[in-house]
T-cell receptor
């Protein structure tokens, strides 16, 4: 298993601003994943973050809106840029290990 | 067409009963299957993984996999109110480069 620390746990932000979410893992992992979970919905993968290369974004998500950094094998950040109320959601980082994926505590974002 | 489908629920069972949660998947190349439990306001927690046909038991939980039918299930025996949560089924493998999640089934165990 892996222990994943994600912060902030929640935030209320003004529209048009940006928020950076941090994710720290207690061991080195090759890939880290960022998900979004809108109210009452399942998880949607935003992007996969590899150390030393640009993140790979899923359909419907773009780097300008969700820039990701992966400076080393234990840390990643996701920025939600130029926020609108539609970005209100829970954002989760995740790592895959042999036994399955493990998630951080999540960031509950409300955009007003 | 969703790649992983779950019975949408919500599902209610009385305390002490068996809760049965079902999931089907469309990609025959999927190799790994996972069940997650998600309490309201919390992140998903991995509770079971299964890779081979048949049953896998862990305490009160039993995961069942039938690759021929492309079907995965989770049985919770002696259900407790603390089992009340949303259960997410996920698959990995085949054409997918990452986990594919179902929409989840909300389970309520009534005291």
């Amino acid at each position: 298993s892996a222990v994943i620390s994600q912060k902030p746990s929640r935030d209320i932000c003004q529209r048009g601003t940006s928020l950076t979410i941090q994710c720290q893992v207690d061991s080195q992992v090759t890939m880290m994943f960022w998900y979004r979970q809108q109210p009452g919905q399942s998880l949607t993968l935003i992007a996969t973050a590899n150390q030393g290369s640009e993140a790979t974004y899923e359909s419907g998500f773009v780097i300008d809106k969700f820039p990701i950094s992966r400076p080393n094998l234990t840390f990643s950040t996701l920025t939600v840029s130029n926020m609108s109320p539609e970005d209100s959601s829970i954002y989760l980082c995740s790592v895959d290990v042999v036994e399955g994926a493990f998630f951080g505590q999540g960031t509950r974002l409300t955009v007003v | 067409q969703k790649e992983v489908e779950q019975n949408s629920g919500p599902l209610s069972v009385p305390e002490g009963a068996i809760a049965s949660l079902n999931c089907t998947y469309s990609d025959r190349g999927s190799q790994s299957f996972f069940w997650y439990r998600q309490y309201s306001g919390k992140s998903p927690e991995l509770i079971m993984s299964i890779y081979s046909n048949g049953d896998k038991e862990d305490g009160r939980f039993t995961a069942q996999l039938n690759k021929a039918s492309q079907y995965v299930s989770l049985l919770i025996r002696d259900s407790q109110p603390s089992d009340s949560a949303t259960y997410l089924c996920a698959s990995f493998g085949g054409s997918a480069r990452q986990l594919t999640f179902g929409s989840g089934t909300q389970l309520t165990v009534l005291p």
